[in-house]
T-cell receptor
Framework: DQQVKQNSPSLSVQEGRISILNCDYT??????FLWYKKYPAEGPTFLIS?????DKNEDGRFTVFLNKSAKHLSLHIVPSQPGDSAVYFC??????????FGTGTRLQVFP | DGGITQSPKYLFRKEGQNVTLSCEQN?????MYWYRQDPGQGLRLIYY???????QKGDIAEGYSVSREKKESFPLTVTSAQKNPTAFYLC?????????????????FGPGTRLTVL
C-alpha cells in the first residue's frame, strides 16, 4: 500500500517557467513533509520541508504548499532553471516516525 | 567537513556471496537508515537504527543484516538470501527520531553505492 504517491513520473518545463510537482498521501497521521532532489548516481539532497501546522513554506525559488483536507502537497519552483533537472521525491512521517517516500518525479527543464 | 560517506561507489559481486556496504557519518546523528532504490520504486527502507546497539527492520529487511556498534557507523550486509540484490543503496542519518522536533526527521543522505551481482 503506497502511502505517499507521486502520480506523475515525469515533467517537462521550459526554463524560466514554473515547475509544479505534486504529491498525495493517504495517512492522516502524517505531520511532517519533505522534498528531496536527486541527481543520477548521487544521494538525495534535502530541499524543503513543511510541518502540518503550516500550509506554506518558502525558501528562495522553492515553495511547498500543504492542503491537509485534500491530503496533497506540492512543490513550486519558480523560475525553473536547467540545473533543477533531477528526480524529486516527496516524503512524509507521522509523529517523528520513519520517513515514507514517494516514487519520485523526474523534472526536465529545457532552454 | 561533516557528512555521510559510503564506500565503495560501485561494487561487483558474484551470486551467492555476502557483501558488506559501508556507511559512516561524522554529524553526531543518533539515527541512521539504509534504503534501496530501484527504478519506479522510490526509496524503500531496509533497516534503521535510532541508537547504538539497537536497530529495527524496515519494509524490505529480508536478505539483509546490519549492526550498530558505533554511533558513527552502520554497515549493511547483503546476504546470499537476498533474491534481487542488484540495486542502488543509500545510507542516511538524522538527528534523533525521538527528539520530538520537526528537524529531527530530516534525513541527510550519503552518495550511495551501486551494487551489481553478476
Amino acid at each position: 500500500d503506497q502511502q505517499v504517491k507521486q502520480n506523475s513520473p515525469s515533467l517537462s518545463v521550459q526554463e524560466g517557467r514554473i515547475s509544479i510537482l505534486n504529491c498525495d498521501y493517504t495517512n492522516s497521521m502524517f505531520d511532517y513533509f519533505l522534498w528531496y532532489k536527486k541527481y543520477p548516481a548521487e544521494g538525495p539532497t534535502f530541499l524543503i520541508s513543511i510541518s502540518s501546522i503550516k500550509d506554506k513554506n518558502e525558501d528562495g525559488r522553492f515553495t511547498v504548499f500543504l492542503n491537509k483536507s485534500a491530503k496533497h502537497l506540492s512543490l513550486h519552483i519558480v523560475p525553473s532553471q536547467p540545473g533543477d533537472s533531477a528526480v524529486y521525491f516527496c516524503a512524509a512521517s507521522a509523529d517523528t516516525d520513519k520517513l515514507i517516500f514517494g516514487t519520485g518525479t523526474r523534472l526536465q527543464v529545457f532552454p | 567537513d561533516g557528512g555521510i560517506t559510503q564506500s565503495p561507489k560501485y561494487l561487483f559481486r558474484k551470486e551467492g556471496q555476502n557483501v558488506t556496504l559501508s556507511c559512516e557519518q561524522n554529524l553526531n546523528h543518533d539515527a541512521m537508515y539504509w534504503y534501496r532504490q530501484d527504478p519506479g520504486q522510490g526509496l524503500r527502507l531496509i533497516y534503521y537504527s535510532q541508537i547504538v546497539n539497537d536497530f529495527q527492520k524496515g519494509d524490505i529487511a529480508e536478505g539483509y543484516s546490519v549492526s550498530r556498534e558505533k554511533k558513527e557507523s552502520f554497515p549493511l550486509t547483503v546476504t546470499s538470501a537476498q533474491k534481487n540484490p542488484t540495486a542502488f543503496y543509500l545510507c542516511a542519518s538524522s538527528i534523533d527520531l525521538t527528539s520530538g522536533s520537526w528537524t529531527g526527521d530530516t534525513q541527510y543522505f550519503g552518495p550511495g553505492t551501486r551494487l551489481t551481482v553478476l
